[in-house]
């Protein structure tokens, strides 16, 4: 909304009385002026630049402006689309977007031509400097001075032949805290608006991450806030973290939260800022990659942690051939199939199981055809692992990947967090707006998994969307072009969903146009490979070499129905490794999680889990059910001659054989009368098995 004529001429008066003072009188002006424009008004004129000067320096030849651009050649890289997304929203509004480098020099623009030639008359074009020193009070040059966000309007310009221009500019800061450019939108100062310099600030909070994310995108990153709705937006705090835990990046918000300096030359590590340590937050990251950690720092405030960067060292696999899924520090980075490096394709989900071929298969024929693909399939599958290959595999492997749950996020936040909003569309709403994921998704895949869990209301504006292929983000009357690719999930039958009335019909159609499904574990044929796989990342930490699984671990993997699907037997996989003693190599049934058969007792009151059989498998009979009494009847001394001294070791075997009998084999309870760990009752079990 441009200013009001009437508040606009009120600014006028108050200026143009403000440089009368200045300038005429030799008085600093008690009002009218922001701090930063008067503080620049006494540098130039301290540095004696006269504010009638007519005289114009300048652009630099096309070698100085080429040299130029070299020397800021991630900044130009990372910020010509956010300048192309910028214009396209003041476009037709005698205006021009500027991106200068740390010395004023500008770089890049983007600009209506009808003002673009006005700006020229001024050398508001690339090559020339604005340095404040010699173009005196301007929102480039004095942005970078006081290294803060400045908006100069008209009047406010010390040079008086630039008075019909109003700028907005804000620093960008690289990833150490130091000056990497300046972002402006200038214009003619009749047509200002109000909101010129958020959309700047918000611009370069947007180039700022991504300049961190491209500088350190192989270190692992530290993202928090005190509210976790704040994770994940663009006012995150963002640490980059090297495997001892210095701290060797912040993005500004970090800074400023926790007082760093520039450059970070007395940067603390992880440990001196929160209590919890810092192997400890990655293992509990490692588990649950896209949870938010609840974590106290030293100080004594607590914060909303997400651990980025660590989850490719355990990434959840349908079964990626053993090359493609191992962490990059083991032997270089992972290549996948197709020979790209550290990426799942469709290519790499093929083990060898017919079904799960034929769903790669429908899928690789679609690609770059503009046809929505729906994945189905039992939780923990891996239908978003599925649709991150297909994404991979396609003409948009450049572009983002951007995925939402639709049962995870309440229904209250769906619709902002799908579309967007402008600042202020509603209470609780930033300032500042925030972009939706179909925004964020533009030119790349959204995946919507549990789509069959989306509110009415929400599926009705989604297919709006897919049909006009556009979104109109909350509280906006501007509708914004969108192209992407749409792959959704669900564990219903949505077929069903629409009798019930719980599903659009329409949408139904829409996001139907081929449906893949993916068998659950129990059903494939590939489990040994699987297991194998799963085996190998999981073993990877370990120094003690390859791990391996005995044949009768084996077969029962291959047995038992895994209701959990590969999730579950990735986790089951991680705690068997975990439970090896640091001389042993191979899985063998005692390393099995207790859960694994329901043998896990309660309190040492409850009554003893019996030894069934594994659940949902009657045919087979769990392999740890049988260890129990067998390695129970093999620690059980002969009865000692009477008056004969007995050993330590012989003490020892008899008080665990009389507890493992009384409790009836469950190891839990029994460790817990020893007063001994699960694993050290473990290894005396397993040794004499």
């Not at 590590?269 to 974590?295: C, E, I, K, M, Y």
């Not at 639709?406 to 569309?425: D, K, Q, T």
């Not at 129905?561 to 042993?584: H, K, S, T």
């Amino acid at each position: 909304m441009a200013v009001l004529p009437q508040l606009r001429d009120r600014r006028e008066n108050t200026i143009s009385d403000a440089r009368r003072f200045f300038f005429e009188l030799g008085q600093t002006p008690e009002a009218g002026l922001a701090p930063p424009v008067l503080r620049s008004w006494q540098r130039c004129r301290n540095g004696g630049l006269d504010h009638l000067d007519a005289y114009m320096i300048d652009p630099a030849g096309r070698a100085q402006l080429s040299d130029a651009r070299d020397r800021s050649a991630r900044l130009l890289e990372h910020a010509g689309g956010i300048m192309e997304h910028v214009f396209e929203q003041i476009r037709a509004s005698g205006s021009m977007v500027i991106l200068a480098d740390t010395k004023g020099m500008i770089l890049h623009c983007l600009g209506d031509p009808d003002f673009v030639g006005r700006a020229q008359r001024v050398a508001l074009q690339p090559g020339a400097s604005w340095d404040e020193t010699f173009r005196g009070t301007n929102a480039i040059g004095t942005a970078i001075l006081e290294g803060a966000p400045v908006e100069i309007h008209g009047a406010e310009h010390y040079l008086e032949r630039n008075g019909f221009l109003t700028c907005s500019a804000a620093p960008v800061f690289n990833a150490q805290g130091c000056l990497a450019g300046v972002l402006d939108i200038s214009g003619d100062s009749r047509n200002n608006q109000r909101h010129t310099l958020g959309l700047v600030r918000l611009s370069v909070q947007l180039l700022e991450k991504r300049l961190f994310e491209a500088e350190f995108a192989k270190e692992i990153r530290i993202a928090f806030h005190p509210r976790p709705e704040y994770v994940g937006s663009l006012q995150e705090a963002l640490l980059a973290v090297d495997a001892d835990g210095r701290i060797v990046g912040a993005n500004p918000v970090a800074r400023e939260w926790l007082g760093l300096a520039a450059g970070l030359a007395d940067a603390p590590s992880f440990g001196t800022l929160f209590r919890t340590g810092f192997g400890q937050v990655l293992d509990r990251a490692a588990n649950a990659p896209d949870d938010l950690l609840l974590l106290e720092m030293r100080r004594g405030d607590a914060v909303f942690v997400q651990v980025r960067g660590h989850r490719r060292t355990r990434p959840e696999v349908h079964a990626p051939r053993l090359q493609e899924a191992a962490p990059e520090s083991a032997k270089g980075p992972a290549k996948t199939s197709d020979g790209s490096k550290g990426r799942i394709t469709l290519d790499s989900l093929a083990t060898g199981d017919a079904r799960l071929q034929l769903a790669l298969d429908r899928a690789r024929r679609v690609q770059g055809k503009d046809i929505p693909l729906l994945i189905q399939g039992e939780s923990g599958v891996g239908k978003e692992l599925f649709a991150r290959a297909f994404h991979n595999s396609g003409v948009r492997s450049d572009g983002p990947f951007v995925a939402l749950n639709c049962a995870a996020i309440p229904e209250n936040l769906i619709e902002s967090e799908l579309f967007g909003y402008v600042g202020g569309s509603f209470t609780g709403a930033r300032r500042e707006g925030a972009v939706g994921k179909l925004q964020q998704a533009h030119g790349g895949t959204l995946f919507l998994d549990e789509i069959g869990d989306m509110p009415l209301g929400m599926q009705a504006r989604l297919l709006r969307v897919l049909q006009e292929r556009s979104v109109t983000p909350i509280g906006s009357m501007k509708s914004i072009p969108v192209d992407i690719s749409l792959v959704c999930a669900t564990h219903r039958v949505l077929r069903d969903a629409v009798k019930q009335g719980v599903f659009r019909e329409d949408l139904y159609y829409r996001v139907n146009s081929l449906t893949v499904t993916l068998p659950p574990l129990r059903e494939r044929t590939d489990v040994r490979r699987i297991v194998l796989n799963l085996l190998e990342i999981e073993a990877a930490d370990r120094r003690s070499g390859p791990l391996g699984i005995s044949e009768e671990v084996m077969d029962f993997f291959e047995r038992y129905p895994w209701p959990g699907n590969v999730r579950q037997l990735q986790n089951v996989i991680r705690v068997a490794v975990a439970l090896l003693d640091d001389n042993e190599d191979e899985i063998a049934s005692i390393h099995l999680p207790e859960e694994l058969f329901g043998i896990d007792g309660g309190d040492d009151n409850s009554e003893p889990a019996a030894r069934p059989a594994v659940a949902m498998a009657p045919a087979y009979t769990s392999p740890f059910a049988a260890a129990v009494p067998t390695a129970a009847a093999a620690l059980a001394p002969s009865a000692p001659a009477p008056g004969a001294p007995r050993s330590l070791d012989e003490i020892e075997l008899e008080a665990i054989t009389t507890v493992m009998r009384e409790v009836g084999g469950n190891v839990s309870a029994a460790a817990r009368r020893l007063g001994v760990s699960r694993n050290t009752l473990y290894r005396k079990l397993g040794k004499l098995n």
